[in-house]
């Protein structure tokens, strides 16, 4: 395995952090995030579109989102789409805008929200080891093929070990923060 296909290996693992990043943003804190939003389709035009490239979403204050549609028409379809996601918010319109107050969560709330976060967060750990996985086996491979020496493979297979242990360090980093995002009252 030369360089590159350690910056391969090592690119793989950044996106499956990134995806663990964008996956935490979708979850529900006590503050107002644009993020929150990003998951909702709407019925618009004879198809399903992403509210964010059919409004502007603002957080003006730490409890409200406010969200703007490009077209006005399309405010009812907006509404019912926030609605009908698995948020909890009730949004409110006033023949412009829509704003959207977000509650305080309760204890009990924000207790599943912390094992949702861990369950995110094994989710990604386990991609990452599936990552280190298969190129532990295309190492040990091209050792039985002949393609290198044992030393050099044991030297990979730290690099691929210590690579691993980054990634997974940064995702625990991750759900530390959020952890705490949400457990703040």
Do not use: C, W
Request: aromatic share 2%; hydrophobic share 35%.
């Amino acid at each position: 395995m030369d360089s590159s296909e350690l910056r391969e290996v090592s690119a793989h693992m950044d996106k499956s952090v990134e995806a663990i990043r964008n996956e935490f943003a979708t979850v529900r804190t006590g503050k107002a995030s644009t993020a929150l939003l990003d998951l909702i389709k709407v019925e618009a035009y004879g198809q399903q579109m992403p509210l964010n490239q059919m409004a502007t979403v603002g957080a003006p204050e730490p409890r409200l989102l406010v969200v703007q549609p490009y077209d006005p028409s399309q405010l009812g379809t907006i509404e019912k789409a926030i609605m009908a996601s698995d948020l909890g918010l009730t949004p409110n319109n006033d023949g412009k805008i829509i704003r959207i107050p977000i509650p305080p969560l309760t204890e009990e709330r924000r207790k599943e929200l912390v094992r949702l976060t861990h369950k995110i967060a094994e989710e990604g750990r386990i991609a990452i080891r599936n990552i280190r996985h298969d190129a532990n086996k295309r190492i040990q491979q091209a050792q039985k093929d002949g393609d290198v020496s044992e030393d050099e493979m044991r030297r990979q297979l730290k690099e691929i070990q210590d690579l691993t242990d980054k990634h997974i360090a940064s995702i625990d980093q991750m759900l530390e923060r959020k952890e705490q995002e949400v457990m703040e009252v």
